[in-house]
């Protein structure tokens, strides 16, 4: 009863499929992210005084820094954080009766099953930033002008690394028993470059920088290698964390 | 032929098989004990999802687990619980697993009605009773027709009806060269069709009747 049946992308995407299915059904993933997301941003709207100038200094404890470097940093935390309540989630589904055994056992390379995953995390973390991005438009007053599509792109380099990672290490978390604990205290000194970089590309854009000025910045290169080093790592070591 | 050298599997300090030896002809076996007597630490080595402490275990001459996706792929397991998403109909479920498998859709029909799931197909896995959910286990572990069949107390939570079912769908799936090991702390459901039997206690062997011993005690 072997058939030729699909290759290896077709069986990654049934996985993926499979995973935004159960997302739609049991919603116990995406709404707390963005939940948690929009409730920060709004809670900052009110700590963080607004006066319509992005270049205005906000006093902080080591002395004062330009708001746009402030609401970068909110930005990305509030992303980091958002997307660590969902990748913690991640395994949940395949813990309820054992179809993790179900899924090592099928027939798919380790890698398929890390790509199964990683894809349903990176659609949620964009569908968060899609909500959140354009509150923080709203709330402080951020007029990009025509970088949107540049902060798109940076904030989509910054996902495929984040994701990576935490699916990575979600895998790893699964194992123990306080998973949500495990997880932040694996991934988080790894993610560390990709959120710096992402920061300071994000300032940049609010400041008004151009795609040229943000592409030639180290950090865009550091993100473009953060991503190619942890995709890699990620399909090649998923063996080792989930079996 | 699967064969098993001085098996061991150790949980920290507890023993779950100790000094295994066993080799298991082609055919129907089953594996019998009472609850940690290392029953599904036994069939989990032979599915490749738990790796020995010592010992190898190797099944048509390659080592369980490390020949890859082609060996995955003629190795059927149903454990404790389902290996199913709840939050997916029975059909849903088995058509992905389907798709991993390389198997037709019209294979999921019909392994579902040997197993007598067509009625509730369209039922999420988490509506299911205890004993559809392990039917419908089964159903999955049967979907790809594999040469290594491993079933894990596949009549708990089951009345006769049902019983008879997954007896039914062992035994038309029994083919030359194919090999069921089931485990069952009840030997009643599956005496009548086995080829061997294993008693397993406390992780070691103290009985192995191989379909040889079987035939010559029938004949007596």
């Given at each position: ?13 049934a996985?993926?499929?499979k ?80 179809a993790?055994?179900s899924l090592?056992m099928a ?137 | ?75 059927g ?6 290996g199913l ?7 849903e479920n088995l058509i992905l697993f389907a798709r991993l498998y390389?198997v037709?859709?019209?294979?999921v ?30 159903a999955r572990a049967?979907l790809h ?76």
């Amino acid at each position: 009863m072997r058939a030729g049946g699909p290759g290896f992308v077709g069986k990654t995407w049934a996985l993926v499929v499979k995973d935004v299915k159960l997302e739609l059904r049991a919603r116990d993933t995406l709404p707390p992210m963005v939940a948690f997301a929009g409730a920060v941003a709004v809670l900052l709207a009110f700590s963080i005084p607004s006066s319509g100038n992005l270049s205005a200094p906000v006093r902080i404890v080591a002395g004062s820094a330009p708001l746009t470097d402030v609401l970068a940093g909110f930005l990305w935390v509030t992303v980091l954080f958002a997307g660590l309540i969902g990748f913690a989630r991640t395994f949940e589904v395949e813990r309820e009766e054992a179809a993790i055994d179900s899924l090592l056992m099928a027939p798919l390379d380790r890698s398929g099953l890390f790509f199964g995953k990683a894809i349903p995390n990176l659609l949620f973390i964009v569908l968060v930033e899609a909500i959140l991005i354009p509150l923080f438009a709203i709330l402080f007053g951020i007029d990009l002008g025509g970088s949107w599509a540049v902060l798109a792109s940076v904030a989509l380099l910054a996902d495929l690394g984040f994701v990576a990672v935490g699916t990575l290490f979600s895998a790893l978390a699964a194992q123990t028993s306080s998973r949500e604990l495990i997880l932040p205290i694996l991934a988080l000194p790894v993610l560390v470059p990709v959120f710096i970089a992402a920061v300071v590309l994000t300032s940049d854009l609010f400041a008004g920088s151009s795609l040229d000025e943000v592409a030639r910045r180290g950090w865009f290169a550091i993100l473009v290698a953060f991503d190619v080093i942890f995709i890699t790592a990620g399909a090649l070591l998923f063996e080792f964390t989930v079996e | 032929m699967i064969e098993i050298q001085n098996l061991s599997v150790f949980f920290g300090r507890t023993i779950a098989l100790d000094h295994v030896d066993l080799e298991l002809a082609p055919g129907i076996v089953g594996l019998f004990g009472q609850n940690a007597s290392g029953k599904s630490t036994l069939l989990r080595v032979l599915g490749g999802l738990l790796p020995p402490t010592s010992g190898a275990v190797t099944w048509e001459g390659a080592p369980i687990g490390s020949a890859g996706e082609e060996q995955r792929a003629r190795i059927g397991f149903a454990g404790h619980g389902s290996g199913l998403y709840l939050k997916l109909a029975i059909r849903e479920n088995l058509i992905l697993f389907a798709r991993l498998y390389g198997v037709p859709v019209t294979r999921v029909d019909d392994v579902m009605e040997i197993l007598g799931l067509g009625p509730r197909s369209s039922t999420l896995v988490g509506e299911l009773s205890a004993g559809l959910k392990r039917r419908a286990g089964v159903a999955r572990a049967l979907l790809h027709e594999p040469d290594l069949l491993l079933l894990d107390e596949p009549y708990a939570h089951l009345d006769d009806e049902a019983s008879e079912s997954v007896s039914l769908a062992v035994r038309s799936w029994r083919a030359p060269g194919r090999t069921a090991v089931i485990a069952t702390h009840g030997a009643k459901r599956i005496k009548q069709f086995t080829d061997s039997r294993v008693v397993l206690q406390r992780g070691r062997v103290i009985t192995h009747l191989s379909a040889e011993a079987l035939s010559a005690r029938a004949q007596v």
